[in-house]
Structures are given as C-alpha cells and as structure tokens.
C-alpha cells in the first residue's frame, strides 16, 4: 500500500500530505548532501572507499533497526513477506548505487558520474512512458529538459573525455538510484518506510563487509585527523556525522517521503541534492561555486517546479510503481 494510491476525504488534506513529503524529500536531499564534503577529506587521509561505505551503513541501519524489529515482532512472517524488497534495496539503493558510483569515478572525473547517475529521474519519467503507454505531459518534458540543463551547468564537465565502462557504471548507478525510489513508493503500513531503510541499510554492510573481507575491497581505517572549515578533528567526528546523521536521515526521510509525493516528484526533488552538496563543499572545504553554477541550480528548481505542478493536476492515484510482488 503506498500513499499514491489512498484516496483522501478533502483537498486540503492532499495538500498537507503533499507539502509534508516535499519537506520529507527536501530534509532528505540536504541530509544527503552533506555526507560528500566530510568523507572526502577521510579517504585522502588513507581511509579506503571500503572501510568508510562499511561503517556508514552499519551505523546507520543499526541506528533505525528498532523499527525493523518492531515490524518483525508485529507481524512473524514479516521478513518472508517482504525479504524481496529489503534486499533488492540493499543491494540498489544502498550499495549498488555507491559502488557503482565509485567505481565509474574511477574512470572519469566525478562531475560526469554525477551527471549520468542523476540522469534516474528522467529515467523514471521513461519507465512511466513505457509502462502506461501514455507520453509525459509538456510540464513534465519541459521541467525535465530545465533541470538536465541546469544540472549540466550544475557540474562541470568541461574537457572530459568519453570511456565506455565509466558511463556504464555510472548508468548503472542511476539505473540503482531510480531503483531507490520505486522500491521506497512500495512502502506503506504493511511495509513500514523505516522498517525497509533499516534492513536494507543492512544488508548493504553485509555486502560491503563480504566485500571487504575477501579482499575485494581494501579495508584500510587509520586513526587520522582531519580538517574542516580550519579546523582539525579527529576521524570519528566526520564519519560518526555521515553515518548517525547524514546517512540516517537521508534515507529515513527519504522513504517517508515517496509514498507520499511519488518516485517521480521525489526524483526531481532529489536534484537539489548536488545545490546542497555545493553549499557544504563552500562551507567546509572552501571550494567556491562559480557563478554558471548558481544559473543551474536556478533552473534546477525550475524544472522541480514544473513536474510538481504537473503532478497537482495528475488523477487520483496514478503511479508508476511496478504491481505487488506475490507473497508466498
């Protein structure tokens, strides 16, 4: 059961619940934006890519786990109901999208992994074309082709050069990010946001922990100290606030926020993560945002803006979300 699909008694209660999830996806976005600039300085510090996504996962799926296990109590056959779900969004939302992330930045500077991971909400706009067989709707093209440019001018892609397995890692990143909303509509009471943010949070360090385990991954974690905004902290500070604060609001925000607003609103609100995650590198690492940048982040919430509006006007209900899974 997912919000998109409850009709309420009163159009001002839509309205609430709407501007609740937008706040939801906004808090999402910024949560998220934040974990960048502070785990950068770790890994030039020595931490391995490992070692920090173990942490941050762990931490933080053991932080929301109460709401997993109140689930589990509530209901026995909850993790054989849905263990379908929870682990498809550990192994995309959490750790796919991460991983793939990282690795296409391997290959290619990260302001166009960034473009081609954030490509998930018009992604999603495409599955909708394919699934209803009906196209978009002018607001929602227009708003889409707003925020690419703008996120174009956003990231600075100037001089990159073309390489095939980075652009498809990245894709596949967006294909994992586009995975985390529609998996995150799925939620509802039978299936508690917190609940799937906590287990698949898990499952990710899991992975990331087999991963590291067999060698895979480097797992390297010195005692370092870093520096923020001039001042020098030592390694826990930033990767206590990645994963206690950043990590775990952002996906429990996150998963609130779909059922209520739709993968496709959220997606596009997702952008404004890449604004936020600007305002943190100023902040903290003093890296200054030129003036095209602050143009791309305008048409950024332009493009927001439009798909909202389009998503007003949509009937009663509509969704894109792919049909329940059968329970055994």
Known sequence: MTATTTTLPQTGSIRRVSTAGLVMAVSSALAFSSSGPLIKPLLEAGWSLGAALLVRMGVSGLILAPALVLAMR???????????????????????????????????????????????????????????????????????????????LVVDISGARFDLLGTLLALG???????YFLISERAGDDLPPLALASGGLLVGAVLMAVLCLSGILPFQAPAVDVVL?????????????????????????????????????ASFVGLSEVLFALGFAWLLLGEVPAPVQFVGGALILVGVVLVRMDAEHAPTGESISPPALPTP
């Not at 990260?110 to 909400?121: E, H, S």
């Not at 206590?240 to 950043?246: C, E, I």
């Open 74 to 152: 509530r209901e026995r056959s909850f993790l054989r109901r849905h263990w379908r779900l929870i682990v498809g969004f550990g192994l995309t939302a959490v750790a796919g999208c991460q991983i793939l992330f990282f690795a296409a930045m391997q290959r290619m500077p990260v302001a166009v992994a960034l473009l081609i991971q954030y490509l998930a909400p018009v992604l999603l706009v495409g599955l909708a074309w394919v699934r209803t067989k009906r196209a978009p709707s002018r607001l929602v093209m227009v708003g889409s082709v707003v925020a690419m440019v703008g996120l174009v």
């Open 229 to 265: 905004a001039g001042v020098t902290l030592p390694w826990f500070a930033p990767l206590l606030w990645v994963a206690a604060v950043a990590t775990t609001l952002g996906y429990a925000f996150g998963v609130m926020a779909v059922p209520r607003i739709g993968s496709r609103v």
């Open 173 to 179: 990143a967006a294909v994992c990010v586009g995975a």
